[in-house]
């Protein structure tokens, strides 16, 4: 199974990690064109990898951002939301406080280089794509796609469970 995770935003990032081989992760750049998210490359990226879940994290604006700041990370938030339901995969939606505090990990500035430290550690042979501060966006996507994995894990092994019965005699 292979699950594609997107930071969105113009700096944001997608990746695919194939849960068979957790110790690598496919990791991309947000395709922009003219300034905005290129939905047909975005189409595409995911199209090659062909996942069979995605995660998309849900941000809210912060109250001192500007109103056009605010706009074009609400396109590109909707753009990568509207691709990724047209090619009709499962999409989870989780706020990054959601996902980081699952993975141990701070929110803000400090928490980006933490999340680039992070993922080097958790895909070894990945990491070269994580080597530069302007990473943290290729590092947070990778580090999603892992939370939904550990999420997907979690949820399934308590499915399989046997019903634990009442009765205690």
Partial sequence: MIILAIDPGITGALAFLDVTRLTRVAVFDMP???GDVNPHALRDNIKTFMPEAAVIEHVAPHPKEGVRSVWRFASAFTTACV?????????????????????GLKGGPEGKE???RHAIDCFPFSAQHFNLKKHHGRA?????ALYLHTINMRNHVHQTEPPVSADHS
Avoid: Y
Wanted: aromatic share 4%; glycine share 0%; no cysteine.
């Fill in 140 to 144: 947070e996507a990778a580090l999603l």
């Fill in 83 to 103: 691709v990724v339901r047209l090619e009709r995969i499962p999409l989870t939606l989780v706020s990054p406080a959601r996902w980081k505090k699952h993975l």
């Fill in 114 to 116: 933490q999340a680039r």
């Fill in 32 to 34: 922009i064109l003219d």
